[in-house]
């Protein structure tokens, strides 16, 4: 089952990604000023899945990639694949899983594994 995971970029705002069952980032979201604004998105895309627009594209370099729509706006962005096949299986994923993924937490700046000594 799929997971998001919210995490703060280096310039100090935060981002969520959907990370499928074998550990890939799917898609990344947009940036947020406040990590609760993450939460918020999570839940709100997680109950309005059907409304979802997955608009899909080909990169200069021959990747494919999907922007993920919802409401006539740009949630996120996905990774870039080889196939279109696997940008269905990515698509796939999100559909099946993302209602009712949990979400983890790693944008605090504590150290969440403990000290190595």
Known sequence: MGTFVIAQRLSGVYKYEFVSRKGKT??????????????????????SLERCVFMRF????????????LDEHEVAVSRRYTTQLLLQKGIDEIIKYADRAEFLDFSSAEDIFGSSE
């Open 26 to 47: 799917i898609f990344t979201s947009n940036d947020f000023e406040l990590r609760f604004e993450c939460e918020e998105e999570i839940e709100k895309l997680k109950s």
């Open 58 to 69: 080909k990169s200069s370099s021959g990747k494919f990639f999907f922007r993920l729509i």
